[in-house]
Nanobody
Framework: VQLQASGGGLAQAGGSLTLSCAAS????????MGWFRQAPGKEREFVAA????????YYAGSVKGRFTISRENAENTVYLQMNSLKPEDTAVYYC??????????????WGQGTLVTVSS
């Protein structure tokens, strides 16, 4: 699976951004999808996951209630709607795909990342 993330940019605190991740190469609906982020000087951390059907969703506590993950299997795309952004959300955001991603946190394919910068 090839993954292409987009939609990053500069936002003010309290603002919104929507990230997209377009998949190609294999059957998108066979894969759970996840979003991760890595802030400068920090380790990569989990943000949100959605299972292959879109029925099951899970968020990190730091983004729950502010971010929404969704997917459109017909378009081979997963989204991350980010609202009420905070400066601490500043990071490179990565999408990932895995057939056991949702249940076991195992992701086999990663996108190149898109930078989100939130100014205070």
């Amino acid at each position: 699976v090839q993954l292409q993330a987009s939609g990053g940019g500069l936002a003010q605190a309290g603002g919104s951004l929507t990230l997209s991740c377009a998949a190609s190469g294999r059957t998108f609906s066979n894969y759970d999808m996840g979003w991760f982020r890595q802030a400068p000087g920090k380790e990569r951390e989990f943000v949100a996951a959605i299972n292959w059907s879109g029925v099951s969703i899970y968020y990190a506590g730091s983004v729950k209630g502010r971010f929404t993950i969704s997917r459109e299997n017909a378009e081979n795309t997963v989204y991350l709607q980010m609202n009420s952004l905070k400066p601490e959300d500043t990071a490179v955001y990565y999408c990932a795909a895995g057939q056991n991603g949702y249940t076991f946190g195992r992701y086999d394919y990663w996108g190149q990342g898109t930078l989100v910068t939130v100014s205070s």
